[in-house]
């Protein structure tokens, strides 16, 4: 599987929220389980996003 940045979405979906309405599982279209998946197989963080 070839990796491809992330999709752009705005940086207030959700306020920061995975899966509340309008968070960014929605906004990208994806299950909040399968987003938070795949964050932590890029080795994404809440503190590496915070910054």
Do not use: F, I, W
Request: no cysteine; hydrophobic share 35%; charged share 20%.
């Amino acid at each position: 599987m070839a990796r491809r940045g992330a999709p752009p979405y705005p940086r207030s979906a959700g306020n920061g929220q995975l899966a509340d309405p309008g968070g960014a599982a929605e906004v990208l279209g994806l299950h909040p389980n399968t987003l938070r998946s795949r964050m932590r197989k890029l080795g994404v963080t809440k503190k590496s996003v915070a910054s």
